[in-house]
């Protein structure tokens, strides 16, 4: 038998092999560094006020980018959030001019249950690509909204006063959009790692095949969560409106794509099976506080979204590099 | 196996090994592995592993699940980095950074799992892989599986035949060492058979092979010496001979030892009650062209052996009886019902649970161990709520204990050694408390002891009244768990052995589909078989 010292392992990898086993950890260091660039660009910016505007903007993207990681845990992707939220939002602020606000607020749901449905039959039943489905619904979606707003066009549209407070409020300084956003997040984060649901979510990205021998039933999985998906982009809408005040046709497109990306810079692999809410939520800060950065650098439209998309995917590229450990 | 084989292969053997004794003490080692380190954060896949393997040699890397073996198999061959360690190849000191350079030195892997890339058709896998389609060819051919057609996706083409296609596929640019990881563990005695006999070729035409196998017979019918590890080291290296079974199995087991000493099971004793209605009621059960007529009974507490070569249905029996296809003729009576299953759903709620004979079927890789064993308990839309944590984690430890499950990487299965995954795909069906069992192969890559335990543990769960269809592709096994013997052969049901007569040359010969009339050479056997009831 050999006598060969065992090497230590080297530094190098000891920390990455910590940082595998934590991805959370570096996701908040490239956080911390973001804020303090910030601080030293514009130095007196990170205040009170400079927080909780942070966090009113990123709480809606928040919660779309929590339905990408659930639809993404299964493989899957939902881009009709957009249009779902505005769609919401826009039926809400025209209805609620006729109505009392909660009913305003429940006929705003409908389309956004209805087009869950529709997304969830078409990839949980007759197996469209989600990416196709998504994108269909979303158009169609689109198109009804336009459709729509001819027939409202003479009553105009308001919007609540509770949902600005809920959308723009503070409350000791602290945003009140937390008190709708906190329980949605802990709800989340409960069932995708406490509830039978959640482990079916993961699974079922994994390996379907191997679900289904455990007598998972896909379709139904599919259809509850891209139900689950639209009514939380319905939600995010109502509060999205009360940030924004201004209903329009495309409120929250705006939103879809960096609501993807923060679900990717949180580490869940739109492979499915692996992933969290707690990184995307922390990815949502990240793509926030980023483009605050870019807005102060004060540069043109075209190459500030240049530079956003070249950080992403650096970010992206080198946190999985961080996270995946050979 | 057949008995033939094995008493020749040990003549065979004994002869080589004089021939030999003294070429091993002048020769120097092809390959030559001292001092490989290799962990994993907290887990130590190798403590300090060595391995010399001589020209013309067939060496066997032997030890428990989770020892090591594939790790360094996948070190030597370049696909992971050692943390430490030195391999010679031909003297020479080597970093074997990637497969390619392992294959520039000679070196050919045959990894423990399938690795065609799925989607791709044969032809472009080896195209990927630079293989000589015509030596690739002539070798499929060789061993055993005349009708290939190198347009066939691989996601298509059954685990045993896959595994084969890799063996050619790296005996087709003539290695001069071949690493076979658990090459035999998913083939049916027919192939086993036709690997053996070409990897002893390799070995006698001057060029090494190391081969990694649970299976003993295979071991001393082959090898010329044994390296043993133990949790990540090398304990030993020992001649084959007869009779060193016993200290290599010592070597392997270490303190586990006496766990396997208690020998499992007398088939007789497990003649339980069986009431009138049979709790599995298969008649002329037929699937596509595969499957052609099958007719028999599973009783509550019995386990029934199901015997059969390479692709004559078994495939399609298991998997209809699961739910996962559906019969395109036939019933299936469950408690004397008869049932329709659309879906494994539908199976499991009438209590029927399957182990598939190819785990990555069966597992969800990027989870942990709990949630692969859990995943049955969330499965029903009535399960979707809050789960219980305490009680999920005890129903799973248990399950885990009862299979001597490996949990140190458990964060994620797919960091699991080949026979520790192999245990979890158990392990979930024994904490989900199904009635009925269907086991395909389920001890593929399972080492001697836990073997032994689940082997028991099947036995167990017959005397509880559950009952087991077993899948065997290692012959020796029937004995020492079934209580009867279904063979098949093209589709259908060719005899039905009670087990005192299931012995390996008259199973091998019905799984072969011979008629009843070359059975006068085993006597009364031959009247006994006729009499459908199994047990005396
Ligand atoms: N990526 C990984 N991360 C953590 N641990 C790992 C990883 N890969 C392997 N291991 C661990 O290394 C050990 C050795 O595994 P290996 O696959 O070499 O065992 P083996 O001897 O081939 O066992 P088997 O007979 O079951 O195939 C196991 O305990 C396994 O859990
Ligand atoms: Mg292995």
Redesign the pocket.
């Known amino acids: 038998m050999s006598t060969t010292a065992i090497q230590p392992v080297p530094f190098g990898r000891r920390l990455k092999r910590f940082m595998a086993d934590r991805p959370l950890i570096p996701l908040i260091i490239l956080l911390v560094i973001l804020v303090v660039v910030l601080q030293i660009l514009r130095p007196g910016i990170v205040n009170e006020r400079w927080l909780a505007n942070t966090i009113k903007f990123a709480i809606p993207l928040a919660i779309l980018a929590g339905c990408q990681t659930m639809t993404m845990l299964t493989g899957g992707i939902d881009l009709s959030v957009g249009t779902v939220a505005t769609m919401s939002a826009f039926i809400m602020a025209t209805q609620v001019v006729n109505h009392d606000p909660a009913v305003a607020i429940l006929i705003a749901l409908v389309p956004a249950v209805l087009i869950g449905l529709v997304n969830g039959i078409g990839v949980g039943v007759f197996r469209v690509h989600p990416l196709i489905m998504t994108l269909g619904t979303s158009l169609i979606g689109t198109g009804c909204l336009q459709v729509y707003q001819r027939t409202v066009i003479a009553s105009g549209a308001k919007i609540p006063p509770f949902l600005a407070w809920l959308g723009t409020g503070l409350t000791y300084g602290v945003p009140n959009a937390l008190l709708l956003f906190v329980p949605i997040a802990v709800l989340i984060v409960l069932t995708l790692n406490r509830t039978g649901f959640g482990r079916l979510l993961y699974a079922v990205g994994d390996n379907e095949g191997a679900a289904r021998l455990s007598g998972v039933r896909y379709w139904q999985v599919i259809t509850a969560l891209y139900v689950i998906s639209s009514v939380l982009a319905g939600i995010t809408g109502l509060l999205y409106i009360g940030l924004i005040k201004a209903p329009s046709l495309s409120l929250a497109e705006p939103l879809v794509l960096p609501s993807v990306a923060a679900a990717v810079i949180g580490g869940t692999s739109i492979f499915g099976g692996r992933g969290g809410y707690t990184g995307t939520i922390i990815g949502a800060l990240i793509l926030t506080v980023l483009t605050t950065l870019l807005t102060i650098l004060q540069m043109p439209e075209g190459a500030r979204r240049i530079l956003f998309g070249l950080i992403v995917l650096f970010v992206t590229a080198a946190y999985l590099r961080i996270i995946e450990?050979r | 196996m057949s008995g033939r084989t094995e008493g020749g292969a040990v003549e065979r053997q004994q002869e080589r090994f004089w021939n030999e004794s003294n070429a091993i003490l002048t020769t120097n080692p092809l390959l030559d592995a001292t001092g490989v380190v290799k962990t994993?954060?907290a887990?130590v896949?190798?403590r300090n592993a060595s391995l010399s393997v001589l020209p013309g040699e067939v060496h066997a890397l032997m030890?428990?699940?989770?020892?090591?073996?594939?790790?360094?198999v996948k070190i030597l061959t370049g696909a992971i980095r050692a943390d430490a360690g030195h391999i010679l190849i031909r003297g020479e000191a080597r970093d074997v950074r990637s497969p390619a350079d392992a294959r520039r030195a000679g070196l050919l892997p045959v990894y423990?799992e399938p690795s065609l890339i799925p989607d791709l058709d044969v032809a472009s896998n080896l195209c990927l892989t630079d293989t000589p389609v015509e030596a690739f060819r002539a070798w499929v051919r060789e061993l055993g599986i005349p009708d290939l057609d190198i347009r066939d996706i691989a996601r298509d083409i059954p685990l045993a035949v896959l595994r084969v296609l890799d063996l050619a596929r790296a005996l087709a640019v003539e290695p001069d060492v071949l690493l076979l990881?658990?090459m035999t563990a998913a083939l049916p005695a027919n192939l086993a058979e036709r690997v053996l006999e070409v990897v002893r070729r390799q070995g006698d035409s001057g060029r090494s092979v190391i081969f990694?196998s649970?299976r003993f017979v295979e071991i001393s019918a082959l090898c010329d010496r044994a390296t043993v590890?133990r949790d990540?080291e090398t304990v030993g290296v020992v001649d084959i001979e007869p009779g060193v079974e016993e200290r290599i199995v010592e070597m392997m087991l270490g303190a586990r030892i006496e766990k396997t000493q208690r020998t499992a099971h007398q088939a007789s004793q497990a003649a339980s009650p069986r009431d009138s209605r049979p709790r599995l009621g298969v008649a002329n059960l037929r699937v596509g062209t595969k499957l052609n007529d099958v007719s028999f009974d599973l009783a509550n507490g019995e386990v029934a052996g199901v015997v059969a070569l390479e692709g004559q249905g078994q495939d399609e029996l298991f998997a209809a009886l699961a739910g996962s296809i559906r019969p395109s003729g036939g019933t299936i009576e469950v408690d004397g019902q008869p049932v329709k299953f659309a879906h494994p759903a539908d199976a499991i709620r009438a209590g029927i649970a399957y182990v598939p004979g190819d785990r990555t079927e069966a597992l969800t890789m990027q989870r942990s161990v709990r949630e692969n064993i859990a995943l049955p308990f969330s499965a029903a839309l009535r399960n979707w709520g809050p789960i219980s944590m305490a009680q999920e984690r005890s129903r799973v430890v248990s399950a885990i204990e009862r299979l001597q499950i490996?949990t140190?990487?458990q964060r994620?299965v797919?960091?699991?050694?080949?026979?520790?995954?192999?245990k979890v795909t158990i392990a979930r069906w024994i904490a989900a408390e199904a009635q009925t069992i269907l086991c395909f192969d389920p001890t593929r890559?399972?080492?001697v002891g836990t073997k032994q335990e689940i082997y028991k543990l099947l036995r167990e769960l017959a005397d509880q009244g559950k009952s087991v269809l077993f899948y065997t592709s290692e012959l020796e096994e029937v004995q020492r768990v079934c209580d009867r013997v279904i063979v098949i052969f093209g589709g259908r049901v060719v005899d039905v052995f009670p087990v005192e007569l299931a012995d390996e040359p008259a199973l091998m010969r019905a799984a072969y589909g011979l008629p009843r009339g070359v059975k006068v050479d085993v006597g009364i056997l031959a009247d006994i078989h006729s009499s459908p009831v199994a047990k005396p």
């Open positions: 450990d | 994993y954060g887990v896949a190798l030890g428990a699940n989770g020892a090591g073996k594939s790790t360094l423990q990881d658990e990694i649970h590890l990540g490996d140190r990487a994620e797919q960091r699991l050694s080949g026979g520790n995954q192999q890559g399972i080492d």
